[in-house]
């Protein structure tokens, strides 16, 4: 074994501490996570506390003085957010969005390269430099802009859909771009060898994770979902994301692309909201990170130098953006609010300048010290992301014209009036009742053998754990207006009833249970109505032995809903008692002391 050396792991601890005081400050204050761990990188990083430590030895402990060392971790970050974009999206929207995407994202891109590339070359850099920065700072940060709206609630809306639309053509060209500075230096007949060299491993990689992602992923995901296992599901999730960018990577893309497609890949698949609820956890972690590594590069010193210069430079990137921005979103025939809101979002600069600025240089297309320059007053830009968010928030609150355009096609806009829990013989009984009267529901069941047969006759199933209220939420429960539980196992009915009652009063929540006693303690915790397995089994063979014996149908019915309701009166008011409640608490000890046995599959 290796000598234990704790400073490898300082740079770790430092940001799960700062993740730990950040992101509850930040949210009680209401202000965006983001910015905390921007500022953040910048106080702990080498140009800040770092700085200092060299001074002052005791602080060496708390400055993050290796960036370099969580720089490709952070990296990570932007992969998983692609990739959540894409679970979000699948082909069919993607399509729906095209026109935005290739249209205005072209008018974006190239508008704002020709009018920061000219304002380059009028201050002095050589054209070829002048043409690199302009498309450098024409890019947009993905991965603050996302987040930003995300926590306003904005990336549903018209806006928030243009502004991804033509985040999304920013990311298609970065692969390019990148490929066109290497080729700077090529020249004569080593040009067309390396637009093959480029190409061909691009379409290669490109076509190896469509097609093999159609052929494989929805495999791999129902082999592990047989196995019951929560970890080698995450593993499984890890591996489709991780192993997609690094593909794409070597094809000579970008890592996000790839995770982007395979998000797209799993969008349509039964495991899709569960594949959410396990990587959010992931994506916010990283993303944190990644934030953390933008705002500890950024060099205090060569600001505070030439600090006017520097605010100037940012200044003028956003405005100059800004005023493009809005212009092609006229030119698209945007209104003017939503070309408003996309113009301030799509302003500052963002991190792929980096990658194509460092490129640049390296390759000697740019020099070093307008690179440096560029970088800087593209971080100062990105810090402006969160309060040009906050502008934009404010804009949206205003009425919508008459003729503003309805907003774009929102994942989980179309949510279901209802979700069923347990979709077995109960579960698809209720389900066929509920579409008869035209009712929109969602079905979600443990047994993946199940779900692929239902989804492939066209139920809205999808495969999962429901008795995580994070889960719920991704499929649509806080704009649902019933939540039916047909689930054969009585703990995780009872689980999901107290976390559903505690997050929305109002939800008229329907469980089956297994007796009158099960009832009670249903009732007891919240739901609207529970429908015991024995009483009702009794008063369906009454009704048949009543028909049979000649009584009057609507006399059998009658009497079979006055006995219904009398059962009920008798069971909700001891669920109100004390002594009840207290009964029931007993119970969920016990239940808690006991191992739990696996998830049950659908209920006989």
Known sequence: MGTFAPEQYKETLIFLAT?????????????????????????????????????????????????????PVAEFGIVFLLFMIGLELSWQRLAIIGRLVFGLGALQVFGSAAALGAL?????????????????????????????????????????????AVLLFQDLMVAPLLFVVAMLEMRGGGLGMAVVSFLVPALTGLTVIVLGGRLVMRPLFRHVAAAGSTEFFMAACLLVIIG??????ASGLSMGLGAFI??????????????????????????????????????????????????????????????????????????????????????PGGEFAFVIVTAAVAAKAMPAHAGAEAMIAVTLSMFAVPFLGALAKRLARRPAAASEPAALPEPGKDAPDAIIVGFGRVGQLIGDMLHTHAIRYLAVDTD??????????????????????????????????ALIITMSKPADAEDIVRDARAGFPDLIIVARARDAQHATLLYGLGVSDAVPETIEASLQLSEAVLVDMGIPMGKVIASIHEKRDEFR?????????????QAIKMSLRLKQMNKRQPKSKAED
């Open 19 to 71: 993740a730990g005081v950040v992101v509850p400050v930040f949210r009680r204050l209401k202000f965006s996570p983001v910015l905390g761990f921007l500022g953040a990188g910048v106080l702990l990083g080498p140009y800040g506390l770092g700085a200092l430590a060299r001074q002052i030895g005791w602080l060496a402990p708390f400055a993050l003085d290796n960036v370099e060392q969580i720089a």
């Open 120 to 164: 380059a070359f009028i201050l002095g850099e050589p054209p070829t430099s002048a043409a690199v920065l302009g498309f450098a700072l024409a890019l947009s940060s993905t991965a603050i802009v996302i987040p930003v709206l995300a926590e306003t609630k904005r990336l549903g809306t018209t806006a928030g859909r243009t502004i991804f």
């Open 244 to 249: 997609t960018g690094v593909l794409t990577a």
């Open 262 to 347: 395979a998000g797209i890949l799993l969008a349509e698949t039964e495991y899709r909201r569960e594949i959410e609820v396990t990587i959010e956890p992931f994506k916010g972690l990283l993303l944190g990170l990644f934030f953390v590594s933008i705002g500890a590069s950024l060099d205090l010193a060569h600001v505070f130098s030439a600090p006017l210069a520097a605010l100037g430079l940012a200044l003028g990137i956003i405005f100059v953006k800004f005023c493009i921005n809005w212009l092609a979103g006229w030119m698209a025939r945007l209104s003017v609010r939503v070309s408003t809101e996309a113009a301030l979002m799509l302003a």
């Open 448 to 481: 993946p053998g199940l779900v692929k047969r239902l989804r492939a006759e066209g139920r809205e199933i999808y495969w999962g754990n429901a008795s995580r209220p994070e889960f719920l939420a991704r499929c649509g429960l806080a704009k649902a207006k």
């Open 569 to 581: 009166k008798i069971l909700q008011p001891i669920a109100g008692r004390a002594e009840a409640r």
